[in-house]
């Protein structure tokens, strides 16, 4: 079965900290993702990572920011933590192959910045 | 970006019902389609690929109608445990685009 875990399921930050939400799957996946999701809003997609070393804006990277340095992990970072990024973050994974292949979750972390 | 459009609903149906639920979406080059389920504080999880013929997976059948840009899922028999948000999703090249999602609450 892929696994895909997250650092934390909580987590209490204060404004203007850094965070550092952690993301890592065991099934050798070429891709990552990393959503927020939000009542009403549904999934959005901050950045994602088709391979080491390589990330593409999704739909509301601002205030954020990523790395993959492994293939396994993927790190979402907040600069500088605001209150309207109190949210759920959830990261995905998923194969490359033919079409789009689904993804695969963590159980998400629960941010709350105070 | 292209979007994907569901009924909110919720839909309140008792045990044993059939139920429907609907999925529009806007990218006519879209070529993977999707049907996850999300429990309460829970993450999304895979309930089934949908394909162009149309497919089935013991309770549950899913529908491609790619002229009109429409899925569907249909729940037969419907359980208690199926209570959940069911989230429509579709490529949007690479990356996957996820409805906001249909609430559907089976009742004694």
């Known amino acids: 079965d892929v696994k895909v875990t997250q650092s934390s399921r909580y987590l209490v930050k204060r404004t203007g900290e850094k965070v550092f939400l952690e993301c890592v799957q065991d099934?050798?996946?070429?891709?990552m993702f990393w959503y927020r999701q939000d009542p009403g809003l549904g999934l959005r997609l901050i950045y994602f990572?088709?391979?080491?070393?390589?990330?593409e804006k999704g739909d509301i990277p601002e205030g954020y920011s990523v790395s993959r340095e492994k293939k396994e992990r993927f790190s979402l970072i907040l600069e500088s933590a605001s209150t309207n990024q109190t949210s759920m973050y959830l990261c995905?994974?998923?194969?490359?192959?033919?079409?789009?292949?689904?993804?695969?979750f963590g159980p998400g972390t629960r941010l709350t910045v105070t | 970006r292209k979007e994907v459009e569901q009924d909110p609903g919720p839909f309140n149906v008792p045990e044993g019902a059939t139920v429907a639920f609907n999925c529009t979406y806007s990218?006519?080059?879209?070529?993977?389609f999707f049907w996850y389920r999300q429990d309460c504080r829970k993450e999304p999880k895979l309930l089934m690929s949908?394909?162009?013929s149309g497919n089935e997976d013991g309770r549950f059948t899913a529908q491609l109608n790619r002229a009109s840009q429409y899925i569907s899922l249909l729940i037969r028999d419907s359980k208690l445990s199926d209570s959940a948000t069911y989230l429509c999703?579709?490529?949007?090249?690479?990356?996957?685009?996820f409805g906001k999602g249909t609430s559907l609450l089976v009742t004694p």
């Open positions: 099934m050798d996946h070429e891709n």
């Open positions: 949908v394909y162009s």
């Open positions: 990218n006519s080059a879209s070529q993977s």
């Open positions: 990572s088709y391979d080491v070393k390589m990330k």
């Open positions: 999703v579709v490529n949007f090249g690479y990356a996957l685009n």
């Open positions: 995905a994974s998923s194969r490359t192959g033919q079409g789009v292949s689904e993804q695969y």
